[in-house]
């Protein structure tokens, strides 16, 4: 019996098997793996037709590939698709998960940020939000806190870091590498507006938004 066509047929029907494998293969690692992927685990990214041919791929599925450094990929939505997902209403967290997320964005980069102690364009943090610092800056109660926590940390929005420097905590999860280069500006803009409105870098943000005519990417 014939498999039934699909979207693998129709953009990998043509490659030989062993080209076909690697570019499958490549596509199963960035769309499921728990965090960005290490580009020697991805050798169909090597060759330029294979490449094409995930990108490909991935844009069939309403997915794109995403460059988290010179040596890292995943993948996330493309900016077409969540933008359509956002005007629709879909919202996959409850209001209590965006709550804890947002506050522990905000305490762990955005005010870090504000302070020149986290790059600009990075989720890496050394500061960790505390369980404290959530409920004493949220109106979620504290059971709610810690199950939202749990379930952020565990879909990999969070990870959690155990004492050092600082006190032990949470700070960004690996998933937020999936973030277009567009939907990264968006989100910290939003969390620097929201952490330090007074700022330099929100009198900025909001230039340029007004330059752009008031629009958001």
Not at 60 to 67: F, H, K
Not at 155 to 176: A, E, I, M, N
Request: with cysteine; aromatic share 4%; net charge negative.
């Amino acid at each position: 019996m014939n498999r039934p066509n699909s979207i693998f047929d129709e953009v990998l029907g043509t490659l030989p098997d062993r080209q076909r494998e690697l570019v499958e293969a490549a596509y199963a690692l960035l769309e499921h793996g728990s965090g960005p992927v290490h580009r020697q685990f991805l050798p169909a990214l090597r060759d330029a037709t294979s490449r094409e041919r995930l990108e490909e791929l991935l844009r069939r599925t309403g997915r794109t590939l995403v460059t988290v450094d010179q040596l890292h990929f995943t993948s996330g939505f493309d900016d077409t698709v969540r933008t359509e997902l956002t005007e629709t209403g879909w919202q996959p967290l409850s209001l209590a998960d965006r709550a804890v997320l947002v506050l522990v964005l905000v305490h762990s980069v955005a005010i870090p940020r504000s302070e020149e102690q986290v790059a600009a364009d990075s989720w890496e943090s050394p500061y960790p939000t505390t369980l404290q610092d959530v409920t004493r800056d949220s109106k979620v109660p504290v059971g709610e806190v810690r199950a939202a926590l749990g379930r952020l940390t565990a879909c990999g929005l969070l990870r959690t870091v155990r004492g050092g420097d600082h006190d032990s905590g949470y700070v960004p999860g690996p998933q937020l590498s999936r973030l277009t280069p567009a939907a990264r500006e968006q989100l910290q803009d939003q969390l620097i507006l929201a952490a330090a409105p007074d700022h330099p870098l929100a009198a900025a943000i909001r230039e340029r938004r007004h330059n752009r005519g008031g629009g958001q990417r």
